[in-house]
């Protein structure tokens, strides 16, 4: 026989932490993926990737609050915001890591590369 009262409340404990895993993965920002400015603003500082709405190349940048809490978009080292050089970022997206050789590889031989 079992414990039909027990195995529900363990299968909703699963469920519960099962959607709350699902919820948290589909939050996090994806690999390649473009995050709309109007849903989430990035890290101030970090460098990104940018996308304009006026303009068909992406290129990279950041994003850098001021001291009355707004902020403004830059392109990567500049002291402009894009916004005063007429340019108009709708979204954005994490850097991919540089590369780099192959773990397994020893100190030696990465400094011949």
């Not at 068909?56 to 994003?63: E, F």
Request: hydrophobic share 35%; glycine share 4%.
């Amino acid at each position: 026989m079992i414990d039909e009262k027990r195995l529900i409340r363990e299968c909703e404990e699963r469920l519960l932490v099962g959607t709350n895993v699902i919820k948290m993965i589909e939050e996090r920002p994806k690999i390649c993926e473009w995050i709309p400015i109007a849903e989430k603003l990035p890290e101030p500082g970090e460098y990104i990737l940018l996308s304009f709405e006026n303009y068909t190349l992406a290129d990279i940048g950041r994003y850098e609050k001021d001291e009355d809490d707004s902020g403004a978009f830059y392109l990567g080292d500049e002291d402009e915001s894009c916004a005063s050089i007429n340019l108009f970022v709708n979204a954005w997206m994490p850097l991919p890591k540089p590369y780099r050789p192959d773990d397994s590889m020893e100190a030696e031989e990465m400094l011949t590369l």
